[in-house]
């Protein structure tokens, strides 16, 4: 969906946070809202949220929505394909408890509310809820785990219930284990209560579809779907459920807009051996492109034939296909996929796997997919370096807000070729915004930059040939030894990520200690991962790669996947630091071949200047300088040529003045 310039960053105040006031939370807390844990600005409360739970409780004693009363109620984040962005109609965890971050889970007991999120959204949790709620912060020593959690506060013998179309099947398994060892029970509810009790629930999204050609993906659809049942028949696999929106629209070719800054559109698909079914509602699927794109009108032969359903038969469907299977034959599923379509699948039958082959042949881009990406950040690039020469010029003159400095970035952004959407809401903050990870202004907290203090941009375009998505920080004044000092070990660590070379079959996490390793040495950290996958014109974060602190079970890197590289360093109430580039793995040439298995490096995607004077410049190696000059120069040779071709002249005289060679005093 094409954002415009006032929705997506105005929310209604319930839903938005502030820093002002905020004490620093010890890292180990967990914080009952609202009783001297956070003070709450008066411009900015929380969202009041006692009498829906008390509506909520009721829902969960009625026998109208369960069997038997159920002692507490579980609310993922996620949507029925277990998104990470969702729909305004999915947003049922944000409706109940007024935390509207990506990434939490809510659970109501008849005296509890608490919520578990992670590092990114501690403080904005802390301010969106009320005193009903308790944040238990995961990642933490001392935060219970859900399921731990529940059997410490639940009566014996106690009922869960969840809503089994939105719970992740591996969630659902380790939810089930741990409770049934202590003589508790989780319940498929399939009524789902926060519905009931959302009276004004917005309607489902059933945007146009958008068509993408060979000179954007590089592969047809058909061969995707050849090169996948290849795969299917190795196995025994007869059946592949697809319910992940952004494989769907990987595999076909296709795009759209049901989630906000996420070219996706509802769906689910399963591919036979010999056929192709696609449920998905309206009558977008008849638009002329569409069907041509698809070939629906053509006599194709039967193995490609799309045979159209409604999105909401796929359970129905799924359990007839399943009926007619022979003992031997297999059906695949993500373990990510809900319980309720794992269930609809045989035992015997289900083989379910933590990636898909979608999902791992979507992360691995082809030439044309890489050539797409690279042009896509070039105009990012342009794009950035018009708002950074801008804000440089008005930024002493007073009167730049965190929101129209976002509302600048769109405007250059609109400007370039095949521009479609940001990526994501921008994150546009200054000063103690900063140490919001996941900040995004909106009046209430709408902050004005100054010469006085560090202004963080995170921000990123959905162009039809990529995706985007980059990080800066400056300064537009002097900015302090401390700010600059933090800056240089976040400026160290993402150095030492971008300029790694590592064998071929490495996992992300491996590398993740590259990018803490300078502020460790200072003591300091941050609360993130330090990379995620991104899509080629899809989602912002995809799977299955990633650089993070976690051990999880991540794909090793490969040539042709493309992460971010994004270290930062927070002082709650002070100010944010992140630094971040799309980065490509590419092959590495080596002195040596160890077992003749290659090494790989990264090539930064992202060609933005670094602002030097945020440097500590004599803390950095020599080797630390080479790579920045060297990054430099390219920025300066690659964008610069773009902006010359664009007629961007003061953009270019900016450019060229950020991308001078820095070298130490000996």
């Known amino acids: 969906m094409a954002a415009s310039r006032k929705a997506p960053r105005v929310r209604t105040s319930h839903q938005d946070f502030q820093l002002r006031n905020l004490r620093i939370i010890e890292p180990n807390e967990v914080i009952p809202l609202g009783d001297g844990g956070v003070e709450t600005d008066s411009r900015m409360p929380p969202k009041v949220t006692s009498e829906l739970l008390r509506q909520l409780r009721q829902a969960m004693r009625s026998s109208e929505y369960v069997t038997e009363p159920i002692q507490a109620y579980i609310i993922p984040s996620g949507d029925a394909h277990q998104s990470e962005y969702i729909a305004p109609c999915d947003c049922r965890r944000a409706f109940v408890s007024g935390f509207d971050g990506s990434a939490g889970t809510a659970i109501i007991t008849e005296e509890h509310a608490a919520m578990w999120t992670d590092g990114r959204y501690f403080l904005q949790a802390a301010k969106q809820m009320d005193s009903n709620w308790t944040l238990m912060k995961m990642g933490l020593k001392d935060t219970p785990t859900q399921e731990d959690w ?39 509810v399939k009524e789902n209560l926060v519905d009931k009790i959302w009276t004004d629930r917005p309607e489902r999204p059933c945007k146009p579809l958008l068509t993408l050609g060979l000179d954007y993906t590089g592969i047809s659809w058909k061969d995707k779907v050849a090169d996948l049942r290849l795969k299917m028949a190795e196995r025994n696999v007869v059946w592949f459920v697809v319910t992940a929106l952004d494989e769907i629209a990987w595999l076909f070719n296709l795009r759209g807009s049901d989630v906000e800054h996420n070219p996706v559109f509802f769906s689910y698909a399963i591919i036979g051996l010999e056929t192709i079914m696609l449920f998905i509602d309206g009558d977008r699927i ?12 053509l006599g194709l032969e039967a193995e490609y034939r799309i045979q159209v359903l409604p999105y909401t038969s796929i359970l129905s469907e799924l359990k007839t296909l399943c009926a007619d299977l022979s003992p031997r034959e297999k059906v695949w599923v993500s373990d990510k996929a809900s319980y309720a379509v794992s269930e609809a699948i045989p035992k015997d039958h289900r083989c379910c796997m933590p990636y898909t082959p979608i999902c791992i042949a979507k992360a691995v881009k082809n030439s044309a997919e890489s050539e797409g990406m690279r042009r896509a950040h070039i105009k990012d690039a342009v794009a950035l370096c018009e708002l950074f020469n801008w804000l440089e010029k008005e930024v002493p003159k007073g009167g730049v807000t965190e929101i129209s400095a976002a509302d600048k970035a769109e405007e250059f ?6 521009f479609v959407d940001l990526s994501f809401p921008t994150i546009s903050s200054t000063g103690p915004n900063g140490a919001i990870i996941h900040y995004a202004p909106v009046p209430e907290t709408n902050r004005t930059l100054s010469m006085d203090e560090v202004y963080l941009i995170d921000s990123g375009a ?8 980059v990080t800066r920080t400056m ?3 002097t900015p302090t030894a401390y700010e600059k000092e933090c800056f240089t070990y976040v400026l160290k660590g993402h150095i030492a990520v971008s300029a790694a070379v590592f064998p071929t079959g490495t996992k992300g996490h491996l590398l993740d200690s590259f990018a ?14 330090t990379g995620h996958g991104v899509g080629s014109f899809l989602n912002v974060h995809e799977g299955p790669c990633g650089i993070s602190y976690k051990t999880f079970s991540d794909e090793p890197l490969e040539a042709g996947m493309i992460v971010t590289d994004e270290p930062g360093y927070y002082e709650d109430g002070a100010f944010g630091i992140r630094i971040e580039n799309v980065v490509l793995v590419v092959p590495m040439k080596t002195k040596y071949n160890f077992n003749n298995r290659g090494s790989l490096t990264f090539e930064p995607l992202t060609l933005v200047p670094i602002q030097t004077k945020m440097i500590d410049v004599d803390s950095l190696t020599d080797k630390e300088c080479d790579w920045l000059n060297n990054y430099h120069l390219t920025c300066r040779d690659v964008i610069g040529k773009e902006l010359q071709k664009q007629g961007r002249q003061e953009a270019l005289e900016w450019l060229i003045r950020e991308t001078q060679p820095i070298s130490k005093e000996h």
């Open 150 to 188: 529940l059997v410490s506060v639940l009566p014996e013998g106690s009922r869960v219930g969840v809503d089994p179309l939105i719970i992740p099947t591996d969630y659902w398994k380790k939810m089930a284990k741990v409770l049934r060892s202590a003589g508790h029970h989780l319940i498929p």
């Open 286 to 297: 008849d638009a002329p492109s569409v069907k041509e794109h698809l070939l629906l009108d």
């Open 413 to 418: 952004r609109r400007q370039q070729a095949d």
């Open 462 to 469: 959905q162009y039809k040939d990529g995706t985007t998505d």
């Open 475 to 477: 300064h537009f004044g």
């Open 516 to 529: 803490r390793s300078a502020l460790w040495d200072s003591g300091l950290d941050y609360l993130h991962g």
